[in-house]
């Protein structure tokens, strides 16, 4: 079955990076354009960088143009965020999806928190 699985989130300071990544399984992921999506409780979630099958980037979110960069290996059928210069605003709960047909499938999620 279709398997996402982040990892690679934790506790940092202002001003630190993480990198993120997500292990995907089950269907054919060199077919599909990747997005990370964040939540905080309460809120829905936001899209923040999108990468096509080819590994053309396709967005960032405004709130992490600069900052964040979102990259695949499609050998490996991963793809990966890159995270730097954390805020406290970017604490959240990081996810990645397929979209199109398999936008309702969804990993556990790695939380991120940045505070001092």
């Known amino acids: 079955q279709v398997q996402l699985v982040e990892s690679g989130g934790g506790s940092v300071q202002p001003g630190g990076s993480l990198r993120l990544s997500c292990a995907a399984s089950g269907f054919t992921f060199s077919r599909y354009t990747m997005s990370w999506y964040r939540q905080t409780p309460g809120k829905e979630r936001d899209v923040v960088a999108s990468?096509?099958?080819?590994?053309?980037?396709?967005n960032y979110a405004e709130s992490v143009e600069g900052r964040f960069t979102i990259s695949r290996d499609n050998a490996k059928n991963m793809v990966y965020l890159e995270m730097n210069s954390l805020k406290p605003s970017d604490t959240a709960v990081y996810y990645c999806?397929?979209?199109?047909?398999?936008?309702?499938?969804w990993g556990q999620g790695t939380p991120v928190t940045v505070s001092s």
């Open positions: 999806n397929p979209g199109r047909d398999l936008w309702n499938v």
């Open positions: 990468i096509t099958s080819r590994g053309v980037i396709l």
